[in-house]
């Protein structure tokens, strides 16, 4: 398996309101789900998480409260909020967008 990759500056926060799409979920499951969908590929820095985590709730992105996990510990469980979700779409398909692009140039080969 080739090895992770970090992040690029500015996915974070489009990746953290595209895994509460799901559920509210506290910032463990949040890194294991974003962790599992890209198969491993990328690795989720948990300080640059809980930044990202207390950005978009002072955005109004998303909200938080305390609960007990299934393990029966406290954990702040975050939750996506309709401006959040209006944030996504427009964030969402700009990243698309950008990704098309750059396998488009990638994908160009010399003549």
Known sequence: MPPTLPLLKGTLDVLVL???????????????????QSRGSLDVDEGALYHALH?????????????????????????????GRTHLRTEGANLERYARALTTILGVKPS
């Open 55 to 83: 950005r978009l709730e002072e955005r109004g992105f998303i909200g938080s409260e305390w609960r007990l996990t299934e393990n029966n510990r406290r954990a702040r469980y975050y939750k996506l909020l309709p401006a």
């Open 18 to 36: 595209k895994a509460l799409t799901w559920e509210p979920m506290h910032g463990f499951e949040i890194t294991t789900w974003l962790e599992a």
